[in-house]
C-alpha cells in the first residue's frame, strides 16, 4: 500500500487575502532566504489554539517547515510605509527584514496577521541582511508574554525558530546567533502607511487603505456611522481612544517601548515590534530604553505625549479627506481617557480596582497619588513591589488593621515614613471598600507578574543560552508569568 503523507496543518490554515486584495501598491511580494539549518527554540501553544489548531497535532517539525523553511506559502509581502523617527521624517523605510506571511481569522472570527521578522532581504532592507539575532528574538518573546499577563493590549510571539548563520552586529557582541520570529499581531499597518500615502500624495489609495482597516479592524463603526466621511472620523476617534488606553497600560505597567516613532504604532491601537524595550528597573520617569536616545525623546514618562503628538501627525494624511475641525475634537478626549484608564490599570495591580460604589470610593483617601509618592521616595524594584505586595497578601492575607501592615519588600531599605504611612491607609482603606474581598489576592495575582523581566533577569536568560544553550532560565521564567 501507499505511504500516507501527512499535511502540515500550518499550510492548511484558512488564509485570507484582506491585504494582499488591496493591490500592490502597499506592499511587494518577496521570498525568503534559505537558512543552513532550522531549530525550533520556542512554541506558544496557546496562540496555536487561538488560531483554531490542536497544539498536539502540530510537531515541532511542522513549525519549522512552515516558518523557517517557508515551504508551501506564497505570496510573502513586505509592506511599504514611512515614519518619524524622533522627530524626523523618513521616505526611506518599509519592512526590511519582516514579512507578512498571511491573514487569518482566529477562534472568535477576529482578523489577525501572522508576520515574520528575520527572514530575509525585502527592496526595504537599505543595506542590511534581513536576519534577526536569537537574542532580539528572545527578547521579543519575552516583551510580548509579559505584557499580555499585565494587560498591555499587545502583539505575540507564535514560534521562535534559531536559522544556523552568525550575525555582525554593533550592538551585541559578534558574532551572534540568527533567528526567525513568528508574530501575530492584529495589523502590521501603521501610522507610517498612511504617511506614505500622503508623501505620494495619494488621496484614492489612502481611502482605500483606511476603508479596509475599518472593516477588518472596527467592523462596529459601520453601524452606527454609516459608509461617509462620518465613518472616518468615527475611526479616527476610535484609534485615539484604543492609543490613550494603550500608553496607559504601558505606564502601569512600567513598561517602555524605547523606538515610538509613528512607523511603530499601530492601525488598530496594538502594541507591537520590540526592540530595545525596557521595564522600569525603579520609579524614573526620565528612564530610556534606546542607548541611541540621547536626549530622552522616548522616555517612560513621555509615552503618553509622544502617543499623542503621533496621533495629530496622523491628521496630515487624513486630512486629505477629512475637516480639520472633526479631527481635533476627536483628539481631545485623549487625555480624559489616558487618565481614567491608567487610574484603573494601577488600582488593579493594587487589587482594589472594584470598589463597593462611587459614593464609598469617594470618601476615602485615593491610593493612586500615595502610590506613586511611595514608589518615587522608595528605591525599591517597580516590579517588584507590586510582586511583594501579592506574596504578602497572598501569604498572610488581608491584614486585620493598617496598622498590621509592615513594609514588605524583601531587602529593601525602610521607606520614608510620611509617604509609607500615607500609603498604607489609603491601601488599606481601599481594601475595605471591595466587597469581594476574597478576590482581592486573586487580582494580585492576575495583574502582576512574579519576575518583571528588567534588563538584568534578561541578561542572566540569555546568558544561558548565549554561554551553554540552556533554554531552563527562559523555560521557568515563562511557566511562571504565563
Given at each position: 500500500m501507499p505511504m500516507s503523507t501527512r499535511l502540515n496543518p500550518l499550510l492548511g490554515l484558512p488564509f485570507e487575502g484582506a491585504l494582499e486584495d488591496l493591490g500592490p501598491e502597499y506592499w511587494d511580494v518577496v521570498e525568503a532566504a534559505t537558512f543552513p539549518r532550522t531549530r525550533l527554540r520556542f512554541r506558544n501553544d496557546p496562540l496555536l489554539h487561538q488560531l483554531g489548531l490542536d497544539p498536539a497535532s502540530v510537531s515541532d517539525d511542522d513549525i519549522e517547515a512552515a516558518y523557517g523553511r517557508f515551504e508551501g506559502r506564497a505570496p510573502l509581502l513586505a509592506l511599504r510605509y514611512h515614519g518619524h523617527q524622533f522627530g524626523a521624517y523618513n521616505p526611506l523605510l518599509g519592512d526590511g527584514r519582516g514579512f507578512l506571511y498571511g491573514q487569518l481569522r482566529d477562534r472568535h472570527g477576529q482578523l489577525l496577521d501572522l508576520g515574520t521578522k528575520g527572514s530575509g532581504t525585502t527592496p526595504w532592507s537599505r543595506g542590511g541582511d534581513g536576519r534577526l539575532t536569537l537574542k532580539g528574538g528572545v527578547r521579543e518573546v519575552i516583551a510580548g508574554e509579559a505584557l499580555q499577563r499585565l494587560g498591555v493590549s499587545t502583539s505575540r510571539t507564535l514560534a521562535l525558530i534559531e536559522t544556523g548563520e552568525d550575525l555582525w552586529r554593533g550592538d551585541e557582541p559578534s558574532p551572534t546567533r540568527s533567528a526567525v520570529m513568528?508574530?501575530?499581531?492584529?495589523?502590521?499597518?501603521?501610522?507610517?502607511?498612511?504617511?506614505?500615502?500622503?508623501?505620494?500624495?495619494?488621496?484614492?489609495?489612502?481611502?482605500?487603505?483606511?476603508?479596509?482597516?475599518?472593516?477588518?479592524?472596527?467592523?462596529?463603526?459601520?453601524?452606527?456611522?454609516?459608509?461617509?466621511?462620518?465613518?472616518?472620523?468615527?475611526?479616527?476617534?476610535?484609534?485615539?481612544?484604543?492609543?490613550?488606553?494603550?500608553?496607559?497600560?504601558?505606564?502601569?505597567?512600567?513598561?517602555?517601548?524605547?523606538?515610538?516613532?509613528?512607523?511603530?504604532?499601530?492601525?488598530?491601537?496594538?502594541?507591537?515590534?520590540?526592540?530595545?524595550?525596557?521595564?522600569?528597573?525603579?520609579?524614573?520617569?526620565?528612564?530610556?530604553?534606546?542607548?541611541?536616545?540621547?536626549?530622552?525623546?522616548?522616555?517612560?514618562?513621555?509615552?503618553?505625549?509622544?502617543?499623542?503628538?503621533?496621533?495629530?501627525?496622523?491628521?496630515?494624511?487624513?486630512?486629505?479627506?477629512?475637516?480639520?475641525?472633526?479631527?481635533?475634537?476627536?483628539?481631545?478626549?485623549?487625555?480624559?481617557?489616558?487618565?481614567?484608564?491608567?487610574?484603573?490599570?494601577?488600582l488593579r495591580r493594587l487589587g482594589i480596582d472594584a470598589p463597593t460604589s462611587a459614593e464609598a470610593a469617594a470618601d476615602l483617601p485615593d491610593p493612586l497619588p500615595a502610590t506613586l509618592r511611595l514608589l518615587a521616595g522608595w528605591p525599591v524594584a517597580y516590579g517588584s513591589f507590586f510582586a511583594a505586595l501579592a506574596g504578602r497578601v497572598r501569604a498572610g492575607g488581608l491584614p486585620a488593621t493598617a496598622e498590621d501592615l509592615e513594609p514588605f519588600v524583601a531587602g529593601a531599605p525602610a521607606p520614608p515614613r510620611a509617604e509609607w504611612l500615607a500609603w498604607r491607609d489609603s491601601w488599606w482603606h481601599g481594601c475595605q471598600a471591595v466587597a469581594d474581598q476574597a478576590g482581592i489576592a486573586a487580582g494580585l495575582q492576575r495583574w502582576n507578574l512574579p519576575e518583571t523581566p528588567v534588563r538584568p533577569v534578561i541578561e542572566r536568560i540569555w546568558a544561558a543560552i548565549d554561554e551553554q544553550d540552556d533554554w531552563t532560565p527562559l523555560q521557568q521564567w515563562l511557566a511562571r508569568t504565563v
Open positions: 513568528v508574530r501575530v499581531a492584529r495589523t502590521h499597518l501603521r501610522f507610517g502607511t498612511c504617511e506614505r500615502l500622503l508623501f505620494r500624495r495619494q488621496p484614492a489609495q489612502l481611502e482605500r487603505l483606511l476603508r479596509h482597516v475599518v472593516a477588518c479592524h472596527y467592523p462596529h463603526l459601520a453601524v452606527s456611522h454609516g459608509d461617509g466621511e462620518p465613518l472616518l472620523v468615527a475611526f479616527y476617534g476610535a484609534l485615539v481612544q484604543r492609543v490613550a488606553r494603550l500608553a496607559a497600560e504601558w505606564m502601569a505597567a512600567g513598561f517602555t517601548h524605547g523606538v515610538l516613532n509613528t512607523d511603530n504604532m499601530s492601525l488598530a491601537g496594538e502594541s507591537f515590534d520590540y526592540g530595545p524595550f525596557a521595564f522600569l528597573e525603579t520609579w524614573d520617569p526620565g528612564f530610556t530604553a534606546a542607548y541611541f536616545d540621547h536626549d530622552g525623546i522616548y522616555a517612560y514618562g513621555r509615552q503618553p505625549l509622544v502617543c499623542e503628538q503621533n496621533l495629530r501627525l496622523l491628521q496630515e494624511p487624513l486630512a486629505m479627506l477629512l475637516p480639520r475641525a472633526p479631527l481635533e475634537a476627536a483628539l481631545e478626549p485623549f487625555g480624559e481617557v489616558y487618565d481614567a484608564h491608567y487610574r484603573r490599570c494601577l
